[in-house]
């Protein structure tokens, strides 16, 4: 009733035929591998959470060195649901983290990537690696001991880099060491920048892929079932799935609020046993396994150097992949795909377990 | 009509309860507060259970009337309101 | 009784019953968000507890300021020695007021606005007296209350 005089008035202003016309031209393939559709709608709804809980926490949290700490703990004992929606946003980065390396590792093997798709995966990878700086910045807010001696860590590797990476270390820290001073530089990147350039990323790579289609595997395109409309079969099973994640993250938020560790000291050495957080754990590992020192040069700059040639590897696959670019099958950079995942997998258990 | 009204009516009261709980400003360790959060948790799977169960019923509904295959043919002809 | 034919449609039913639960749902978590968003509506505190030594030994016709929850709350001795608390809040558009003690007068300085010693409004925009409180003393403690609140401290 309100609805359709809504709607009038609306439609009698804007023709919105164009835009519904394409609406009903939206469809997905049915086929073996389709389920992996789902992964980037869900990591998108994730990340809708935490701009949420984000933002209602950005009320009462106060990114200055001294009362950081304090604040989350006010936030965690004196304020209503507190300690809920900081679970909340915790557990929801930590699941649209693994969420979006899921949706990364199968583009990766199932080859999305390729003619004529390269730019919707160069916005994925950019994504990916804003996302984890979103993770690390948003680790230090707690400005606890681990916080503190994890991002020590993170920008103390990436002054490994030769040349550039100094110069990348100081603007991270904002100085030589993690002072207050990277706290309120992180907070910024934390709430500012990089939610603006995940809004940008993500928008791009939303049109990106409306204007070229669903991508379908190269092993699928004759093993097609059939066509299922966008709207709203496709989109019903997506809210169905972002319900269940909304179940899921809710109920591990509800009970198993993460802990507060103690302020962090600049002076004190950092605990026993301290381990980054579980996205790093891969890269911590790798470079466990490199030696002090090789033929006489830094071996942690040489691990470094090795790690970026392999992440640039990765993002610049659909470059290197020229066989799929011709719409050909080709079993190398399936295999190339596969040893990605299972190194990332591999490396994040071992690190786990020691 | 009055039936759905009242079927609304029924959910409000029951969003009702489920927001009340969350009001109550205890910190969540002494066994009251447990009890409320498990409940809290109970009332939030009933409705995105429920949520799910409906979405499912308008899945299976439009797929039943996709199938009558109506939609294939007509589709240029204009819409009558 | 069974009817022969359906009161509504299917699509209908299907649509206020997913539209009603959706908002019932969504009504409940915004609820839960809204509530932490906004914790506490500037609820103004029944009563305050002070120290009786800083409040009782301030020089007659002068104030003290102390704090009533976040507003500004005054202790006032007048110039024969009797002791009183107001809110200095003026009650035009709740600036803070100061105490003029050559003329015995609060003084509003937004819109130049006048009480005098005993909070009624005589000059300027104020529509209403200042609020005084309840004075109590309980040993050590100087209790400021609403008037008309009954103070029970709890034994610490």
Redesign the interface.
Known sequence: MNCRKLKSWFEERYDIEPFRRFLKSKFVPEHKYDIWYYTGGIAMFLFVIQFVTGIVLSFYYVPFHEVAHKSIIDIVTKLNMGWFFRSLHHWGAQLSILTLFVHAFSTLILKSYRKPRELVWITGTILLGISIFFGLSGYLMLWDERAFAAVRVATGGVGNLPIIGNFIKFFLRGGIDVTGETLTRFYAFHVSLLPLITLVLVGIHLLLVQYHGISVPLSQENEIRGYKPFFPNVLYKDLMLWLMVFGIVVTVAALSPPEIGKKADPLAPPPENIKPEWYFLFLFQTLKFFPGEIMGLNGEMIAIILISFAILFFVLIPFFDKKSNRGERSTLFTWIGVLYTLYFVIMTIIGFLS | MIGFLFFILLLFGFSHLFAQELGIEVSPSSPYDRFTIYETLAFFWAGILGLIVIIKMKLKEIERVQSFGIDKDGRDSPLIE | MKILYS??T??TF?????C??????L??CV???L???F?TLGKEPDFVVLNVKDFLDIPPNSVKPFAWGGKLGLFFKKEDGSNYALKGVCTHMECNVMYKPEEKKFYCPCHKGWFDENGKNIAGPPPKPLEFFDIKIEGEKLIVSKKGIKVELPKA
């Open positions: 009161l509504v299917r699509r299907l649509n206020t019953l997913f009603g639960w959706l908002i019932a749902f009504s409940g609820y839960a968000l509530k932490f968003a914790p």
